[in-house]
């Protein structure tokens, strides 16, 4: 939604370094593949974007993928790889530059989850990373990075914004990307526990006197309860964040607002639905808002979005919802 909201002259390289990403990302989410093909596949696309490359050779990934493992629409981004990176290629040198390097920090976080997770996954006990900085380094790596993209990108074609501080806008956009990465993260527990999987640290679990093994029963759901809590508690520091980073945007420049806002409310609202699902933390389906909570919330952005003061209002109504349920 943010890519197709945005002026089209930012919209291209955003939409190219998705693009590439998501192919990456899929690669090394594809289920009935050895970690070694995935990391060596992701790995030949790093050397292409290295060496300036357009061919790529990921006869090893297709070979292995059984075809009903991905949808139609996956392989065929995997197949367009070569074009998309062509499509790099033509952009303006500041734009290739950008692109190039988001892609490839992107791709090392996914090299950190596969080297951490992947040759775990096979053992009964559940891994876990071990504390807070690599937490931290990994949010970097697979969204923080793009809140710094997004902002380069926006403010090098926006020329009417060069008075907004790069860096203060750079830094806060880091902490917008490792918000919405964090929600991700709470919103996928249950599922991330059941492949073996936990990002949540040693460190905090120690703090409740849980282990990692602790997560894979329910004797202890009520400490599994408080950690839950207490991620949610930080996840929300981080979207203050992201609220400046939101009103630091011109208020007129409704497009930019847009593309921003939405994912904003969008992470809010799916922390306040996970803090109202009693069941989440060994729920089997993804706790989400519903598609039509989605189409009334683009509709009111639609009516507000140049208003602070609105903007603000509908911030805090979402978190006090969702620190009244963490409470309840």
Known sequence: MSLRILPADVRT????????????????????ISSSVKIKSINTLKHALNIDEIDVNLSDFTKNNI????????NQLINEIPSILRCIHSLNAEHYIQVKHVVLTLIEGMEM???????????SRLASLKNDDELDTYIYLVAGCVGSFWTQITLATESSIYKIDLDLMSALGVEFGKALQMTNILRDFPSDIDLG?????DEQLNKL????NDLLNHHKEDEIRQLLTNQIHKTLDLYESAQQYFLSIPSN???????????????????????MNNNWPKSKSVTKVSRLWVYKMMLKSLFIVSSDFLIKSWFRQLRASITYQLNA
């Open 13 to 32: 390289p955003v939409s190219l370094a998705y693009l590439l990403a998501r192919a990456a990302d899929t690669i090394t989410d594809t289920p009935n």
């Open 67 to 74: 075809k009903h493992d991905l949808s139609n629409l996956d």
């Open 113 to 123: 989850d596969l080297n951490y997770f992947g040759k775990r996954l096979k053992t």
């Open 197 to 201: 999987k936990c990002y949540i640290p």
């Open 209 to 212: 006197n849980l282990t990692a």
């Open 253 to 275: 420049k409704l497009r930019l607002r847009l593309a921003v806002l939405w994912p904003l409310i969008l992470g809010l609202g799916t922390l306040n639905s996970l803090a």
